[in-house]
């Protein structure tokens, strides 16, 4: 099977299903416990590691393996180490640089998070893993005599060839592919280089020598990179079967050139990163061959550039509501058939680290922005009762399409246990659980079956979590709740966070027979966001509007009618929620009626001007008359 997907295909126009409010605040804000997931998501990384293990794994069902890799030209080298890329046992070089240089983004900016939850011992070795491996790949000390690794194992035998455990099947020498002058990879190189360049910053603090060494290795590679232009899938052919094509190399060039700034702070980088972004698109989807969208972050950051900021725009209105991205009924934003989650949850995690640079002068659209990523990765955890997370929250996948995990012990009650074809189409859970892991994702109307022989829903890879791992990391606060939004304080785009106030709200008497509660959980100019929790699933409601209002998207209801002025919905008969989007602005709703029965009409509110929510409640029972707050 492959990774490939067809990227330069337009998108196609779907019907628009808005639903900022997916996450289910449905199921009351912070029932997700991301710190639990987060910590999870690092087992996962453990799990694919390659090579001699060390003391402090805590993956026990892995052992050492792949100790002889590898041959490049005919040559031994030492290529032990790394990591296997998905549930297969090839190590590809340039998804791995893109996820573990996300990996290391989302430590420099969150590196008090994960410290505060006592993962960031975990996050850096998970990073030093890949950058140790990578360093043994790389020779040469000009751009002239540079070789570069980029691939171990052959990728058609191994798919066809090998099921079990990789401990007994990688006993002989593997075969590794390289790049060079002669065989250039600027998109490779360039990658690698990015991953340098973010993960010396990662190791500044604690491994001054260690950090000096990368950010060397960053500027010799993308000195290479610049000099030698040119796809790796031409000259590691059997890397373009999985993960080709790329859409060139400006996209990689200005996101290694952007983290060379960073670390180094030498402006020529800014100056060239500024030119590679200039004629990037909006972009399709991030992942591991495509970074416009990264790329402006850090431009963003660095400079507050609207150019940059208009192709966040851009990027992100495609993908939120109303843009081109297809959504799924129950609120995912659906991509392509090839990690639709993948591409959902790191799309949610540009959106949540633009939320944090943008000034504190557009609070409201931070809030936005955030409120939808945070419905995607809710996605992910289980908010439509289901989650697509190994080993976390409710009725998670237990067959991931991943050989290692598909064996049973090796021995079992002293018992040698073999593992082979068999096991791929074994009618069972896995034996071993490989906790953390986020599964391709489901069809384009949220059609799932966990199955381990679909390894396109039920694929795991190293970088379908990477982005799904830091998204985790921006929306977790130290005690494992979703924290309130933040802003970046100053037009610059610089400097720490600042968290929105704490929300609002104003109550009337408690939901009765005829209840329904009303949240306005994000606004902007000229619309909002609604929540209704109304007192029974699969009920009638209807309400009069205080100010002329258009509803635009619903979720977790059927729109029965609506003239602007009066609009009436039926629930679905598992939800009391009704979600919606609407043009108009928040002044409360009256004339509440539920199933025919009356209730008393709720008190007129302001929308917020802030990140946070503003409640109120109508019910049978006579509510006090309360004056708006203002937030």
Not at 123 to 147: E, H, N, P, Y
Not at 521 to 526: E, M, V
Not at 539 to 558: D, E, F, I, R
Request: with cysteine; proline share 5%.
């Amino acid at each position: 099977h492959t990774h490939t997907h067809t990227r330069r295909d337009p998108p196609t126009n779907q019907m628009l299903l808005a639903l900022l409010l997916l996450s289910l605040a449905l199921q009351a804000q912070g029932t997700f416990d991301y710190a639990d997931a987060l910590s999870k998501s690092f087992l996962f990384y453990e799990a694919q590691r390659s090579g001699a293990l060390p003391g402090d794994q805590r993956v026990t069902w892995r052992g050492d393996s792949a100790l002889l890799d590898g041959v490049v030209d005919g040559v031994a080298q030492d290529l032990t180490g790394g990591y296997y890329d998905a549930g297969d046992f090839i190590k590809f070089g340039y998804p791995a640089a893109a996820a573990f240089t996300v990996l290391s983004y989302s430590v420099v900016e969150h590196e008090a998070k994960y410290a505060a939850l006592g993962e960031l011992d975990h996050a850096r070795a998970a990073i030093k893993w890949q950058t140790d491996f990578f360093l043994k790949c790389l020779s040469g000390s000009t751009v002239q005599d540079l070789v570069f690794v980029g691939q171990v194992g052959n990728g058609n035998y191994d798919h066809n060839n090998l099921w079990g455990r990789p401990e007994e099947l990688l006993v002989t020498a593997r075969p590794a592919y390289a790049i060079d002058k002669d065989r250039p990879g600027s998109d490779l190189a360039a990658e690698a280089a990015a991953l340098f360049a973010a993960a010396s910053i990662v190791f500044e603090t604690t491994d001054a020598a260690y950090s000096a060494t990368l950010r060397d290795k960053a500027e010799l590679l993308y000195a290479f990179a610049k000099t030698y232009r040119g796809s790796y899938k031409n000259s590691i052919v059997d890397a373009a079967q999985f993960y080709g094509p790329t859409d060139g190399d400006a996209d990689d060039l200005a996101w290694a050139a952007a983290w060379l700034h960073r670390a180094t702070q030498h402006a020529t980088y800014l100056a060239e990163a500024q030119g590679f972004a200039a004629g990037l698109s909006w972009g399709w989807g991030v992942g591991w061959g495509e970074k416009n969208a990264l790329a402006q972050l850090l431009l963003f950051k660095a400079t507050g550039s609207s150019a940059a900021q208009q192709k966040i725009e851009e990027y992100l209105g495609n993908w939120m509501p109303s843009g081109t991205v297809h959504y799924t009924p129950l609120g995912l934003a659906w991509r392509h058939q090839w990690g639709s989650l993948v591409l959902a949850t790191m799309s949610a995690f540009v959106g949540l680290m633009y939320s944090e640079y943008l000034p504190s002068t557009q609070s409201g659209r931070a809030a936005e922005v955030r409120a939808w990523a945070q419905t995607q990765v809710d996605y992910a955890l289980g908010s439509t009762g289901r989650s697509f997370v190994v080993g976390f929250g409710v009725n998670p996948p237990q067959r991931p399409h991943h050989k290692a995990a598909s064996c049973p012990d090796k021995y079992i009650g002293g018992v040698y246990q073999p593992c082979g074809w068999e096991a791929l189409s074994a009618d069972r859970p896995n034996p071993q659980e490989l906790t953390g892991a986020l599964v391709g994702g489901p069809g384009s109307n949220d059609e799932y079956t966990d199955s381990r022989s679909d390894f396109i829903r039920n694929e795991v890879a190293l970088n379908y979590n990477s982005g799904y791992t830091a998204a985790l990391a921006a929306l977790v606060d130290v005690s494992g709740n979703p924290p309130a939004t933040t802003a970046a304080p100053g037009s610059t785009v610089a400097g720490a966070t600042t968290a929105a106030p704490a929300a609002t709200t104003t109550t009337g008497a408690p939901p009765a027979t005829c209840g329904v509660t009303f949240t306005v959980t994000s606004s902007w100019n000229g619309g909002y966001n609604l929540q209704a929790q109304v007192s029974g699933a699969g009920v009638t409601v209807q309400w009069t509007w205080a100010t002329p209002t258009q509803v635009s998207s619903v979720w977790g209801a059927t729109k029965l009618s609506d003239d602007g002025s009066t609009v009436s919905f039926t629930t679905e008969s598992w939800s009391n929620y009704v979600g919606l989007t609407a043009v108009g602005s928040w002044q409360g709703a009256t004339a509440i009626v539920l199933n025919n029965v009356p209730c008393q009409a709720a008190p007129t509110t302001a929308a917020p001007t802030t990140a946070a929510s503003t409640t109120t409640t109508a019910a049978a029972t006579a509510a006090p008359s309360t004056a708006a707050p203002t937030t």
